[in-house]
């Protein structure tokens, strides 16, 4: 598929007004993007487990313009307050998707929309809010064509979400979604993500995710802005090269289901995508001291306790703690008791692997 085959859809009927709302999940990266091309193309491949209890819930009210001024037209409410602030990244993106969905400019926008985690928590809501929002457009543009394939839909929201932030494009589906090119996945694609194509072990079944939110504060440098130091970045040709290498290794796992293997390629995934950060001009540091305290602390647990906790880091201060649905009794009661207390006010949130977006 080429960027030309999502702009060549042709409409039967535009409709007047109406409502569409989706909740679509946030996702955590086991093989990292950290680096792109023009355009959000990703400069390696990389591969998420879709969560189930971080998302964003976005509605969209669309009523068509008596005439359109050149102007994108749009109300956006965040939590059922008008947020003035959002706007431009709003507007940014709509400019990026409207060659995709030319309608946009014939309506007028309320977009309503909420997390279910909470505000500033650090949590990243780019991916869930962007894929959330270019669901209900994609939802539009379903009903104003004839017959529009799933698939269709699905790869062309997971693109158009791209276009808002990388990220957002593995959002959709789940439980294990791949996006950017690889030799290793057929299917794949730089251009939006795809379902992860191959059996999965079921020792990945309700994998869990317990998000310690060690601080919420904004981030001192955001991904954007870490993307960009990627480029001439000294280590930056041998990165990339390494996330196609743990793509294919974490295929082996999938499939084996060999945890210390997994265990393995997604600490080094998370502690190289900081490692970039920390060698970078200027470099930067996101992690925090009670990072590395709960990190240290889930390398001694495991090894006494024999089970398979692991964690991943997303670009933030905040730890992913990974671990399957069996050893939970073990597991959980450790993160509650030695873990939280290294929590911003004791926050944490219990996430799972999930199934990708829903339709409301
Ligand atoms: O989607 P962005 O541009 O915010 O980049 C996200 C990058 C990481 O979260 C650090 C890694 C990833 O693959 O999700």
Not at 116 to 122: A, I, N, R, V
Not at 145 to 152: G, P, S
Not at 180 to 185: D, H, Q, T, Y
Request: glycine share 6%; charged share 20%.
């Amino acid at each position: 598929m080429t960027e030309k085959d999502f702009s060549s859809v042709s409409y039967t009927t535009l409709k007047d007004e109406g409502e569409v709302a989706y909740s679509s999940p946030s996702n955590i990266a086991l093989v990292k993007y950290w680096g792109k091309r023009e355009n959000q193309i990703p400069a390696n491949p990389s591969i998420s487990f879709t969560l189930a209890a971080c998302a964003t819930k976005t509605k969209v009210h669309y009523k068509k313009r008596e005439n359109n001024n050149g102007k994108f037209s749009f109300d956006f409410l965040f939590e059922g307050e008008e947020k003035e602030g959002f706007k431009p990244k709003i507007i940014t993106f709509l400019k990026r998707i409207e060659v995709y969905l030319p309608f946009l400019k014939d309506y007028h926008f309320v977009i309503n929309t909420s997390n279910t985690f909470p505000h500033s928590s650090g949590i990243a809501s780019s991916a869930s809010g962007m894929s959330a929002l270019a669901l209900c457009f994609m939802e539009m543009e379903r009903s104003f064509v004839e017959n529009m394939t799933a698939e269709f839909f699905n790869r062309k929201v997971s693109f158009l979400s791209r276009l808002g932030s990388g990220s957002a494009c593995r959002s959709i589906e789940g439980p294990l979604v791949q996006w950017g090119e690889s030799k290793v996945i057929e299917g794949s694609s730089n251009l939006f993500g795809i379902k992860y194509p191959y059996d999965v072990h079921p020792i990945f079944n309700n994998y869990h995710d317990t998000i310690l939110l060690v601080d919420k504060g904004e981030k001192q440098v955001s991904s954007t802005v870490g993307h960009e130091l990627m480029h001439g970045h000294p280590y930056a040709v041998n990165r990339f090269a390494q996330a196609d290498i743990n793509l294919d290794k974490l295929k082996t796992v999938f499939s084996n289901g060999n945890l210390e293997d997994f265990i393995s390629i997604v600490e080094s995934e998370a502690l190289t995508l900081h490692a970039m950060m920390m060698t970078s001009s200027p470099y930067f540091i996101l992690m925090k001291p009670n990072t590395l305290t709960i990190i240290n602390s889930i390398w001694k647990f495991r090894e006494h306790s024999k089970t398979h906790i692991c964690f991943t880091l997303d670009a933030g201060a905040n730890v992913h703690v990974l671990y399957p649905e069996g050893e939970k009794d073990v597991v959980f009661p450790f993160i509650k008791e030695k873990l939280v207390p290294f929590c911003q006010n004791g926050q944490y949130i219990c996430d799972r692997i999930g199934l990708g977006a829903k339709k409301l």
